[in-house]
């Protein structure tokens, strides 16, 4: 796996921008690789700061709820945390989650994105729509970062997809 640093941002990323590509490890310890997923349609990026906490599993609860629908979109959504595999496996079967989480332990995505919550060390709460550009990279659709407490809107992110 890729442990190379993305360049730090000072803040997000903008509609338009290519998205670096990156490699994170899955909650069962696999590669994933933003490239790989980009080609088969857009990806949903969904960056939440802790695991066994309130909004965070309401919002993944919800993921995996819709997952029918994000395929019917032709949509691939993953969640991302700085939590290790480990506690995102654990905390996935609990759960019975259906979708991938993405562990960004060294927190290189989240800075990389300009999505990094430096008072927590974690990431913030987040949405990034990636989809594909003309040169076959990944570019960014759509972004929302939010506040603690507050989930994504469900309409707002399938409205840039359908």
């Not at 802790?50 to 993944?60: D, K, P, R």
């Not at 032709?74 to 654990?90: H, Q």
């Not at 990094?116 to 970062?145: L, S």
Request: glycine letters at 8%; proline letters at 5%.
């Amino acid at each position: 796996m890729s442990n190379q640093p993305l360049p730090p941002r000072d803040k997000p990323l903008a509609v338009g921008e290519t998205v670096p590509d990156f490699t994170l490890q899955t909650q069962d310890r696999a590669e994933w690789k933003l490239s790989d997923h980009v080609k088969q349609g857009d990806t949903v990026l969904c960056f939440f700061p802790f695991a066994f906490t309130g909004v965070c599993g309401t919002e993944m609860q919800c993921i995996t709820r819709e997952m029918d629908s994000w395929k019917a979109m032709g949509a691939n959504v993953v969640g991302i945390s700085c939590d290790s595999p480990f506690v995102l496996k654990a905390w996935a079967e609990k759960e019975g989650f259906k979708h991938t989480l993405l562990s960004d332990q060294h927190r290189r995505v989240c800075k990389g994105l300009g999505i990094y919550w430096a008072d927590m060390n974690t990431t913030q709460r987040g949405t990034v729509i990636v989809g594909r550009n003309e040169t076959g990279t990944g570019k960014v659709k759509f972004i929302q970062t939010r506040q603690p407490g507050n989930a994504m809107k469900w309409e707002e992110v399938v409205a840039v997809i359908s």
